[in-house]
């Protein structure tokens, strides 16, 4: 098994005029919390994209599994998985019908005993027969994730995972995700916002500013570099510090 | 061996998803029949009027039901390709779907093989409907109907992945290529006239087309009852270029969008 879960080799994403992400490089290791930080249009989205493989890099390299994702991306893409509050499952399937067809897109074998442990671990037996345009903000997030584990993944990335979430569910899923963590020695690379959901859930903060990596440390680790209190406050600090490298894009 | 296996059972999972969408939606079962059947009655008592009245018109027995009933395979096929990739854009559902094991092929192969069932199913009630209403059965073309249904069908592969192409490209505001482009050649194809009545230059454009061949092949068969087998030969090699030069163009478009970091952007 390889080291590195996910490896950043000095990675450019240009489009036209705008250069997204400016030259990236980091790593995070196997079973590990990443969180990946950064203001609105700091390069967040197109780094995940090209992660998932939905955006081509413009040069540099992306090791994910020990793969590489622009060359073998067919073959990584069944060990991943992906999970956000602002890409949605068909509205007029059920929940169960939803699960149930992206278990076959996924090859699940015993498809039906998976659906049906992941709506219990979920609490989403009980609309399991209704429409996902019918759910809560809250149950749709429970479906994506219900989704999203469906291939039980080696790594699972997340894009605002409790954005939407009242925060009794909040708590409830990011326990939820690190148990699947702990569980499964899987990798979970997570945007957010939520700099307490950050703290409790990483081992590894990822800061990124104008398409650069500003900073890369453990929680801890940071909050003692920049003798604050919170990652709150160090995000500030980082994303106050200076004006935009390059105009960045997401 | 496997790797065909898994291929397979994605395609089956987007009809599954496909299937169940229809299950839930009357709307949307009551459209695939809908247009066929209605177009099908006004074709059926155009065709019986000129019969009777139209004198010194030569229209074949159900001539202009069967050309309609064809033609709107053609449109069938395009726009069966075209809603099925819109419908994962309207549920905003395809950044999960790039990001899981389904290959773009398997996503083309998916489209066309729904397209065809939404076909066959549409034009095949409003086919059946036209025997006890007006007394023709298109079935009784034999197999040279199926022949001039799979070319019909390929052509409508090729205008519908194009117009997909289109979307992943230009983003929605294409959509409205998938109601209209193929009405381009309607004109051009000879679907309800001769195509020797078009100007010369608009001709060597029709030959171009497969649909043409089929055309003039069914008013062949339904004049002198011979099947002109030259014609579904031709039909059939350009279907082949067309629906190849489509899937490569679908490719293209899906490549791009990657590059441009357009596959979550489509549906705006």
Redesign the interface.
């Known amino acids: 098994m390889c080291a590195k879960a996910i490896e950043f080799q000095d990675v450019v994403?240009r489009?036209e005029h705008v250069t997204?992400v400016a030259g990236v490089s980091f790593s995070i290791e196997y079973g590990a919390v990443a969180a990946l930080l950064g203001g609105n249009g700091a390069g967040k989205t197109?780094l995940l994209?090209m992660l998932?493989?939905?955006?081509?890099p413009t040069q540099g390299k992306i090791n994910v599994l020990g793969s590489d994702m622009l060359r073998q991306r067919?073959q990584v893409?069944?060990k991943?998985?992906?999970m956000?509050p602002?890409?949605?499952?068909?509205?007029?399937?059920?929940v169960e019908?939803n699960l149930?067809?992206?278990a076959?897109?996924?090859?699940v074998s015993r498809a039906r005993k998976m659906v049906d442990r992941l709506l219990a671990e979920l609490d989403l037996l009980h609309v399991k027969k209704r429409?996902y345009g019918s759910l809560s903000a809250g149950q749709r997030t429970r479906v994506a994730l219900a989704?999203s584990l469906l291939n039980s993944p080696e790594l699972l990335v997340l894009d605002e995972p409790t954005a939407s979430l009242d925060p009794d569910t909040a708590d409830y899923m990011r326990g939820y995700l690190l148990n699947y963590r702990n569980e499964n020695n899987a990798t979970l690379f997570m945007a957010s916002h939520n700099m307490v959901e950050v703290e409790r859930m990483c081992d590894q903060v990822v800061i990124l500013k104008a398409g650069r990596v500003a900073d890369i440390a453990a929680p801890a680790a940071l909050l003692g570099k920049y003798g604050r209190g919170t990652l709150e406050q160090v995000f500030l600090d980082v994303a106050r510090h200076d004006q935009p490298l390059v105009k960045a894009h997401e | 061996m496997d790797q065909v296996k898994?291929s397979l059972?994605?395609i089956?999972?987007?009809h599954?998803?496909h299937y169940?969408?229809m299950r839930?939606?009357w709307p949307r079962i009551a459209e695939m029949f809908y247009w066929p059947t209605v177009q099908m009655v006004m074709w059926g008592f155009m065709n019986q009027y000129l019969t009777q009245r139209a004198e010194g018109v030569y229209i074949g027995a159900g001539m202009l039901i069967a050309a309609f009933l064809l033609w709107d395979v053609l449109f069938r096929s395009q726009l069966g390709v075209s809603l099925a990739f819109f419908?994962?854009i309207y549920?905003?559902?395809?950044?999960?779907?790039?990001?899981?094991?389904?290959?773009p092929q398997e996503l083309v192969l998916s489209l066309l093989s729904i397209a065809v069932l939404r076909t066959g199913l549409g034009v095949g009630v409003a086919a059946w409907l036209a025997i006890p209403f007006y007394g023709f059965s298109i079935f009784d073309l034999g197999w040279a109907l199926v022949a001039f249904f799979c070319n019909l069908i390929f052509f409508g592969w090729a205008i519908g992945l194009a117009v997909v192409s289109m979307v992943m490209r230009y983003g929605m505001g294409a959509e409205s290529l998938a109601w209209a482009l193929v009405f381009v050649f309607a004109p051009i194809t000879g679907v309800y006239y001769p195509i020797s009545v078009l100007p010369q230059w608009l001709q060597y454009i029709s030959w171009c087309l497969p649909p043409t061949y089929v055309f003039e092949g069914l008013r062949e068969l339904i004049g002198m009852h011979t099947v002109n087998m030259m014609f579904l030969s031709y039909a059939l090699v350009l279907n082949l270029v067309y629906v190849a030069i489509a899937a490569a163009l679908f490719l293209v478009a899906f490549?791009a969008a990657?590059?441009?970091?357009l596959?979550?952007q489509i549906g705006e």
């Open positions: 994403k489009y997204a197109t994209s998932l493989g939905l955006v081509t067919y893409l069944p991943i998985s992906f956000s602002y890409v949605e499952l068909p509205f007029r399937l059920t019908q149930t067809f992206y076959q897109l996924y090859g429409t989704k | 898994q059972l994605r089956f999972a987007i599954r998803r169940y969408l839930g939606s419908e994962e549920s905003r559902n395809l950044g999960y779907l790039f990001v899981s094991p389904l290959r490549r990657r590059q441009r970091g596959l979550l």
